[in-house]
């Protein structure tokens, strides 16, 4: 249903959009690498802290998207027969996992925000300098110990628990992709199997993926905005807008995206017949699909998290300020009076570091 003619290439609208969006990708990529050097300038001594594995998997996954669009491009035109099978799935794939796997992350300290408590600071995870995936256990002696550590050191490994399932989530979808991957390279050869059934189940099970993890966002964003609605302060009124925006944009890409998913064969476009292309139709569904469902999210998130993190230096004062999408360390939501001691020291830093 969905093989290729060999030697054919997309209507020249679809051309346009493929190259278009090839640029917009590119330059998010370079947004989000260029912002992860800043902020590792800033708090290197962290080590791979929430913040930066964000920008690291939005960066590669936009840098996906860009190899994806190119190489289908050119592929279509040339006539590349491999390209049909595997490596188009895979390729295409793989952009969309580590998308998925970002937004997951943020969605995991969302729940930490809402659902710790006060006596989980025994595990390390409330602290404003918890790392990500690693985590100083000690501090050096001397100085000497510490310019020794620079080059020799290998930090400890600290995961917390809501950040273990994201990288379990993560993995059972990449072996879920490699697995169809599979099967499609099998659907090649003469058996039952056809490539272009497994191409859209996998594509139909990830937008159902995509879809719900849109709706836990919406969910979790407006939890968080009820809580934090109670705070008055100006810090609190600077959160509530960035918790609202990525709330509503995952919720509306998200969907948007997942439909054209289930009610087209956009996301597989790379097998597609190309003399059964309608140019402008095709090319309004590749926008909503990829540009509305992907590349918007990852430049707004992007935006809204374009703040620097205090350097090593910096006053105390600037660690206590509020973030609320991603960060290093989280605030109990469970205490009123810790909100509100909070929101106080951020109107006080406010001019040093404003968010």
């Known amino acids: 249903m969905l093989e290729l003619r060999v030697s054919s ?74 390209w049909f099978g595997t490596y188009g799935f895979f390729i295409m794939a793989f952009p969309k996992i580590l998308f998925f796997a970002a937004f997951l992350l943020l969605l995991s300290y969302w729940v930490d925000l809402c659902h710790q408590t006060d006596d989980e600071d025994d595990d390390g995870e409330s602290s404003s300098s918890v790392a990500l995936l690693n985590k100083p256990t000690s501090k050096p002696a001397s100085s000497d110990i510490d310019s020794d550590q620079k080059c020799l050191h290998i930090p400890s490994i600290h995961v917390g628990g809501r950040q273990r399932v994201v990288i379990l989530v993560t993995g059972i979808v ?3 992709m490699i697995a169809f991957a599979v099967l499609i390279w099998i659907g090649r050869g003469k058996n039952p199997i056809d490539s272009s059934t497994v191409a859209r189940v996998y ?44 709330a509503v944009v995952s919720l509306v890409c998200f969907t948007s995206s997942a439909m054209v998913a289930l009610f087209s064969d956009i996301p597989v476009l790379y097998r597609w017949q190309t003399e059964k292309i309608n140019g402008v139709r095709t090319s309004l569904l590749v926008i909503l699909y990829y540009f509305i469902g992907f590349s918007v999210p990852s430049a707004f998130v992007l935006w809204v998290m374009r703040d620097l993190p205090p350097s090593r230096m910096a006053d105390s004062l600037e660690e206590s300020r509020i973030v609320t999408f991603i960060t290093d360390g989280s605030t109990s939501l469970h205490n009123p009076q810790r909100w509100t001691s909070v929101a106080t020291l951020n109107n006080q830093g406010s001019k040093a570091s404003p968010i």
């Open 9 to 82: 290439c997309f209507p020249f609208e679809v051309i346009s959009v493929y190259c278009a969006l090839a640029c917009v990708d590119a330059v998010i990529a370079v947004l989000a690498f260029w912002q992860l050097v800043r902020i590792h300038s800033r708090n290197a001594h962290l080590g791979w802290t929430r913040e930066k594995v964000f920008h690291l998997t939005i960066g590669f996954s936009n840098l996906g998207y860009t190899a994806y669009f190119v190489l289908t491009l050119v592929a279509t035109c040339e006539g590349w027969s491999c």
């Open 174 to 176: 990449f072996v879920t």
């Open 203 to 246: 594509v139909d099970m990830f937008a159902i993926g995509i879809l719900l993890l849109g709706g836990a966002l919406a969910c979790y964003g407006l939890l968080l905005y009820t809580k934090m609605s109670k705070v008055r302060s100006e810090g609190t009124s600077s959160e509530l807008w960035k918790v609202t925006g990525l």
